[in-house]
Nanobody
Framework: QVQLVESGGGLVQAGGSLRLSCAAS????????MAWYRQAPEKERELVAN???????NYADSVQGRSTISRDNAWNRVSLQMNSLKPDDTAVYYC?????????WGRGTQVTVFE
């Protein structure tokens, strides 16, 4: 089993920054691709960014250039630095990975961006 626990969400003014963190259990964390998703009210859950076991990254167009995903395999942690936040970034942000043939999700952390 894999457990994912997100932290770092909050209320921030447009133009500000937040750093989300996801702590993962599991002895083989370094082998997993890790991802951040988000879901805004009445919208589908969407991929924000992911990072492979060898550090390759991928970003949604909506956050490209404003966000950086990183991982620390020594601490079983993946982070998402988000800058120049916009009201459209308001959503619940989820950490996700796939292991043992299934997807694992955290419970999410709320990010609210106000003008």
């Amino acid at each position: 089993q894999v457990q994912l626990v997100e932290s770092g969400g909050g209320l921030v003014q447009a133009g500000g920054s937040l750093r989300l963190s996801c702590a993962a259990s599991g002895r083989t964390f370094s082998s997993y691709t890790m991802a951040w998703y988000r879901q805004a009210p009445e919208k589908e859950r969407e991929l924000v960014a992911n990072i492979t076991s060898d550090g390759r990254t991928n970003y949604a167009d909506s956050v490209q250039g404003r966000s950086t995903i990183s991982r620390d395999n020594a601490w079983n942690r993946v982070s998402l630095q988000m800058n120049s936040l916009k009201p459209d970034d308001t959503a619940v942000y989820y950490c996700k990975t796939r292991a043992y043939g299934r997807d694992f999700w955290g419970r999410g952390t709320q990010v609210t961006v106000f003008e």
